[in-house]
């Protein structure tokens, strides 16, 4: 069965650090999401991607964050500069359709990120 | 803001039917119902999805009522592995593509 695979499964760096997650969606999917779950805390939207650009974004989602899809298979979520309170476990996700128009959501198994 | 309401958590024993009810009064004409599964340190699992009536698949079944204000997850004869939290869903707009999860209802099973 095709899924969606995250990695680093799990990634530790320093406040004002920058780093990069990456996502390999399931290939024939057009739409892409970032969405992060802080711990104990429920899953919140970031982000999604469609046509090589930002289709919605939440209040979460500012300057310090970017996507981009480099190449045929990639997509990842870059933060610019690490605050304490971007610790949390980011999901990757993908789906062939619109969600909500008969459209099924797809998540990776995260990546965890521990900002000290 | 996530626009429907769920219990917060729930118990269950092995074998028994498992019935989570969403609230969901302000759903619009072309919004669809989805429910996800999520067990800890792992991303969310779609289970179901429909829009009216009652949609069945080989892990559970979604029951709508016409006014769809509503809608009802069951899981029939759960055993300790279905304990996890799960979510319902309103696509709220239809020409959104994101997914505003609630807190969600965690399901405890116990043996």
């Known amino acids: 069965e095709p899924e969606v695979t995250q990695t680093p499964s799990h990634q530790v760096t320093q406040m004002g650090q920058e780093v990069i997650l990456r996502c390999v969606p399931i290939s024939n999917h057009l739409y892409f999401y970032w969405y992060r779950q802080i711990l104990g805390q429920k899953v919140e939207f970031l982000v999604s991607?469609?046509?090589?650009?930002?289709?919605?974004k939440s209040e979460i989602f500012d300057d310090q964050f970017s996507v981009e899809r480099p190449d045929g298979s990639n997509f990842t979520l870059k933060i610019r500069s690490t605050k304490l309170e971007d610790s949390a476990m980011y999901f990757c996700a993908s789906s062939e359709d619109e969600q909500g128009n008969t459209g099924e959501l797809f998540f990776g198994e995260g990546s965890r990120l521990t900002v000290l | 803001l996530a626009k429907t309401t769920q219990p917060i958590s729930m118990d269950s024993y092995e074998g028994q039917e498992v019935n989570i009810t969403c609230s969901h009064n302000n759903i619009a004409t072309n919004d669809y119902i989805t429910w996800y599964q999520q067990f800890p340190s792992q991303g969310p699992r779609f289970i179901i999805q429909?829009?009216?009536t009652k949609v069945t698949n080989e892990v559970a079944s979604l029951f709508i009522p016409a006014d769809r204000k509503s809608s009802t997850l069951s899981l029939p004869r759960v055993s300790l592995s279905d304990t996890a939290v799960y979510y319902c869903l309103v696509d709220y707009g239809g020409a959104t593509n994101k997914l505003i999860f609630g807190t969600g209802t965690l399901l405890a099973v116990q043996p």
């Open positions: 991607f469609y046509n090589n650009e930002i289709s919605e």
């Open positions: 429909g829009y009216k």
